[in-house]
């Protein structure tokens, strides 16, 4: 029989959360350093303030929840789903405190945006905001698109107990033999095209006549946030700024790179560059991107005068469409522009939204892997009723090596793939409650719920105060899949009923 949730979970969920929070106080620092870099002393002192608050809240928990023995999975999934709420708040300290909110609601917005690499903003007068506070906005993407858990797991937590918290997080395939190792190669990955993207970044702008710091700053900014599929940017503008095919050539090589499962980022690094053209995720990933694109294409027929010419037409399509796919959310296109497209192109875009990029990548939306899986699924079904009633029909994928499907796989496929649209639809109805209308509503829902970050025109700091709490909810339980959120709450039920 398995034990139900009792009192003593709380203390070692407070152990950890201790830990998590004192990690998100030491990778303030960053921030900081970048304040000093370019004398920004208020700043500096609203990190230092969160950093406080951080180290200080984390500690109080550690010393009330002395180490425990070991972590359970309901433990794990626990952690992982309020620390994520926890990050959010103490993240958006700093924010708030520079004067760029209305309120702290919208602080909080900005701060889950950020780590569940959505790219919705409420930030007020974002082109004046200080290098420190934009660098942690950015920060925040970098490190949510790993994972707020890969921080700590690194430093803080032990074999067994780090797998039971990194699988919390959404994310199931261990690519090396134990979860902190898995860990290190993430971030070894994720540094190391931190490096490269940032600095390609910067001397395409460089060739555009911006200042070498400059072009530094923004570059690092656009990869932290391209890489991780978050869709920030330094500049009100977004991508459109720079008005640069050059850039955002760059930036779509980034968009796929993010949007790639780890496990073959790990194969092509370990010298199996034939998984690239072999991996299941890949070669479905590639098809939806062109069936997406297909039917914004649809879209646009009888449609005149809407671009340039056919390069220009291209040009902002395509990229509407790849960057939602991905889950980056960047644009080279005004709010205004997108929203004159037809229902048609809109849908298009929302179709690419919803399904998002490989799973354990740093992509949102259900996954193409689950799409695949009931294509896989349904050829199977399909060739078992061909097949004499004596056969066994087995159906394999090949993702790192050949596996085969079972049926809870796909069950549970299935049932993530109807949390996000009964997700998507929840949002939606909340926004034409408020007087948006239907398609515009669930093209913002869509958006935050897959963690993409494109908008139609409703995110805006006057937008209701009850939507903007949906959307991080959305942004949330889209970051983490369902499961940790649903534990999160029987948790909370029965502490309460005891």
């Known amino acids: 029989m398995i034990p139900d949730f009792s009192k003593d979970d709380i203390f070692v969920v407070s152990h950890y959360i201790g830990k998590i929070l004192i990690a998100l106080g030491l990778v303030q620092l960053f921030p900081v350093f970048v304040g000093f870099i370019f004398r920004e002393i208020g700043p500096i002192i609203d990190f230092f303030i969160s ?61 889950m945006s950020a780590y569940a690499t959505t790219g919705l903003v409420l930030i007020q007068d974002l082109d004046h905001l200080s290098h420190a506070h934009n660098i942690w906005r950015h920060q925040m993407c970098f490190i949510g698109g790993q994972g707020i858990i890969l921080v700590a797991l690194v430093f803080f937590f032990r074999g067994g107990d780090a797998l ?78 720079y008005h640069s095919p050059a850039f955002e050539l760059v930036t779509i090589i980034i968009f796929l790179l993010g949007a790639t499962s780890f496990g073959v980022h790990y194969s092509v690094w370990t010298g199996k560059f034939r998984e690239l053209r072999e991996d299941f995720e890949v070669k ?36 509407q469409v790849i960057s939602a796919h991905t889950g980056v959310g960047y644009s080279n296109i005004y709010v205004s522009q997108l929203k004159g497209w037809s229902e048609m192109a809109i849908f298009g875009v929302i179709i690419a939204m ?88 669930f093209f913002e829902s869509v958006s935050a719920a897959a963690n993409v970050g494109l908008s139609i025109g409703i995110t805006s700091p006057s937008m209701p105060a009850f939507l903007k709490f949906w959307y991080i909810i959305e942004m949330w339980a889209g970051r983490l899949e369902f499961f940790a959120i649903f534990i999160l709450i029987r948790f909370f039920v029965k502490i309460i009923k005891k």
């Open 51 to 111: 950093i406080l608050a951080c180290f200080s809240f984390g500690s109080i928990l550690l010393y009330f929840s002395p180490s425990p023995k070991g972590l359970n999975w309901r433990q794990g999934m626990i952690i992982v789903a309020l620390s994520w709420l926890l990050a959010m708040c103490f993240s958006a300290l700093p924010l708030y405190l520079s004067g760029h909110f209305e309120c702290f609601l919208d602080a909080c917005f900005e701060s």
């Open 164 to 241: 039971r918290i990194y699988i919390g997080e959404a994310r199931d395939d261990k690519i090396l033999p134990n979860s902190i190792t898995t860990a290190k190669f993430i971030w070894m990955v994720s540094f190391t095209y931190l490096i490269i993207g940032s600095l390609l970044l910067a001397f395409v702008l460089i060739l555009h006549g911006i200042p070498f710091s400059r072009a530094l700053f923004h570059g690092l900014c656009i990869f932290m946030a391209g890489w991780d599929t978050a869709g920030f940017a330094p500049q009100s503008l977004n991508v459109l700024y």
């Open 284 to 319: 479905i990933l590639l098809f939806s991107i062109f069936f997406a694109y297909l039917i914004t294409l649809v879209g646009f027929l009888g449609q005149t005068a809407v671009f340039y010419d056919a390069f220009s037409f291209f040009r902002h399509t395509f990229y």
């Open 354 to 441: 919803a399904i998002g990029g490989c799973i354990n990548s740093t992509a949102g939306g259900i996954k193409v892997f689950r799409i695949g899986l009931f294509y896989k699924a349904l050829k199977r079904e399909v060739r078992r009723l061909a097949y004499p009633e004596s056969s066994r029909v087995k159906e394999f994928f090949h993702h790192q090596r050949e596996i085969p499907i079972d049926d809870t796989m796909v069950k549970t496929a299935m049932i993530i793939t109807v949390c996000y649209v009964l997700l998507y639809i929840s949002g939606a109805v909340v926004g034409a409650f408020f007087g948006y209308d239907f398609l515009s509503s």
